[in-house]
């Protein structure tokens, strides 16, 4: 598993988060012990976009729903805004990327590892291994194991 980033941050993508709250998911096992081995004081990062496809994707249980809705407002992960000049860089982004293609809420988590210096997500998607940040990719800490 690759190493946590010094500013303790791992961005948590949708699939990541479905599977996390979904059991009969075919990634729920690998999901859940991506989270337990985060180093104590690790803030999970994710946008509202991704708050929307995640209970989008769980809306064949409503007590999905709400479990992964009550968690995150008991801190389970931040939840970030993102501004008008943010979106004209997700949009910039998914122009970039389009023969993948990259989806808006996929952008937005691209954009937040730029600008909070983030370098690890929490994924099942292989497209973030081909999105840089800079010079960089960012790392996943799910694996098909």
């Not at 991506?34 to 994707?57: K, N, Y």
């Not at 709400?66 to 943010?86: K, N, Q, S, Y």
């Not at 937005?108 to 800079?134: M, N, P, Q």
Request: proline content about 5%; glycine content about 4%; overall charge negative.
């Amino acid at each position: 598993m690759p190493s946590i980033p010094v500013n303790n941050s791992v961005l948590a993508d949708t699939g990541a988060l479905v599977a996390l709250f979904d059991p009969d998911d075919h990634w729920h096992a690998r999901a859940v012990a991506a989270i337990a081995a985060l180093p104590p004081g690790t803030r999970l990062i994710t946008s509202l976009a991704i708050v929307t496809e995640v209970t989008h994707l769980l809306d064949f249980d409503l007590r999905n729903q709400w479990m992964f809705l009550d968690w995150l407002t008991a801190g389970g992960a931040l939840v970030r805004d993102i501004p008008l000049e943010g979106i004209a860089a997700c949009r910039a982004r998914m122009e970039k990327y389009r023969d993948r293609p990259m989806d808006f809420a996929d952008a937005t988590l691209v954009w937040l590892a730029e600008r909070e210096s983030i370098t690890a997500i929490l994924s099942i998607d292989s497209d973030f291994s081909i999105y840089k940040i800079g010079r960089k990719k960012l790392a996943s800490l799910i694996t098909d194991a």
